[in-house]
């Protein structure tokens, strides 16, 4: 049984940044393409990035691009994300996901997810 686990969430003032991380065990991920998600209250989940098992290729909302970099260690088997210049409507729970196989982004058959980790900016 493959878990997710997130970690890093928090509340920071807007501009700053947060390093989310999570961590996969259970089996290797290392062939899985990987993402994040985030859902703010009363809105539906929405994906925020992604990255290919090789890392390879990335994917960005375009709301985060610039800001956000999302990248993987298939030898630790864990994805990072890591999250500037924050803006108080990113306040959301944000979700690991891992999907194989691969079809395109945003992932769209995610297999696992994590629990989430609540990221709060304050104005």
């Known amino acids: 049984q493959v878990q997710l686990v997130e970690s890093g969430g928090g509340s920071v003032q807007a501009g700053g940044s947060l390093r989310l991380s999570c961590a996969a065990s259970g089996r290797s991920l290392s062939s899985y393409a990987m993402g994040w998600f985030r859902q703010a209250p009363g809105k539906e989940r929405e994906f925020v990035a992604g990255?290919?098992?090789?890392?390879?290729?990335?994917y960005y909302a375009d709301s985060v691009k610039g800001r956000f970099t999302i990248s993987r260690d298939n030898t630790k088997n864990t994805l990072t994300l890591q999250m500037n210049s924050l803006k108080p409507e990113e306040s959301a729970v944000y979700y690991c996901?891992?999907?194989?196989?691969?079809?395109?982004?945003?992932?769209?058959?995610?297999?696992?997810w994590g629990q989430g980790t609540q990221v709060t900016v304050s104005s």
């Open positions: 990255i290919l098992w090789s890392a390879s290729s990335t």
């Open positions: 996901a891992a999907e194989f196989p691969f079809s395109r982004f945003p992932l769209r058959n995610v297999d696992y």
